[in-house]
T-cell receptor
Framework: RKEVEQDPGPFNVPEGATVAFNCTYSNSASQSFFWYRQDCRKEPKLLMSVYSSGNEDGRFTAQLNRASQYISLLIRDSKLSDSATYLCVAHSSGSARQLTFGSGTQLTVLP | DVKVTQSSRYLVKRTGEKVFLECVQDMDHENMFWYRQDPGLGLRLIYF???????EKGDIPEGYSVSREKKERFSLILESASTNQTSMYLC??????????FGAGTRLSVL
């Protein structure tokens, strides 16, 4: 079983739609989480950090459920420019390697 | 802004060649990482370093070595390139041990 699991998608949604991605993690020692965004053939870039129960930044909301060991990312009012792969990442402070990445969820926002 | 610079965006090498991938960061980060990214497999950690001259194996170190002689520079070495090392290679750095900043990546093709 992968340490961080995501539905690979693809998610194809119309512009203006609300879309949600879920991510589960297996290491209960994971303390903080991140969502990275990766455009096609580019490097991953930090989208949001999740240190407690959740975080909101404009159209993006991340929520953390420690009891069920999952993190979600909600995107409201989707834009064409939101098309990308979204990587769920877990951080365990006791681990020297530090971050564990999910394989990513691909989102395409259609006009 | 954090800047992580990888020496080449695209590289084509022949089987058996020795390959050097260079990565430089300008933020005085202690930690540096090398990943490879392949379709369907996500980001996989090859090696990381938490200090000058220190290195730790990641999940897939076989066929690779690294060098960190200076804090800002972390090199990945393929001693004898093979076709199964054709991939996208990503370098990252971090200071506090959670958020990692990535370089633009090197797309390596081994023929």
């Amino acid at each position: 079983r992968k340490e961080v699991e995501q539905d690979p998608g693809p998610f194809n949604v119309p512009e203006g739609a609300t879309v949600a991605f879920n991510c589960t993690y297996s290491n209960s020692a994971s303390q903080s989480f991140f969502w990275y965004r990766q455009d096609c053939r580019k490097e991953p870039k930090l989208l949001m950090s999740v240190y407690s129960s959740g975080n909101e930044d404009g159209r993006f909301t991340a929520q953390l459920n420690r009891a069920s060991q999952y993190i979600s990312l909600l995107i409201r009012d989707s834009k064409l420019s939101d098309s990308a792969t979204y990587l769920c990442v877990a951080h365990s402070s006791g681990s020297a390697r530090q971050l564990t990445f999910g394989s990513g969820t691909q989102l395409t926002v259609l006009p | 802004d954090v800047k992580v610079t990888q020496s080449s965006r695209y590289l084509v090498k022949r089987t058996g060649e020795k390959v050097f991938l260079e990565c430089v960061q300008d933020m005085d980060h202690e930690n540096m990482f090398w990943y490879r990214q392949d379709p369907g497999l996500g980001l996989r950690l090859i090696y990381f370093s938490y200090d000058v001259k220190m290195k730790e194996k990641g999940d897939i170190p076989e066929g690779y070595s690294v060098s960190r002689e200076k804090k800002e520079r972390f090199s990945l070495i393929l001693e004898s390139a093979s076709t199964n090392q054709t991939s996208m290679y990503l370098c990252a750095s971090s200071s506090r041990g959670d958020i990692q900043y990535f370089g633009a990546g090197t797309r390596l093709s081994v023929l």
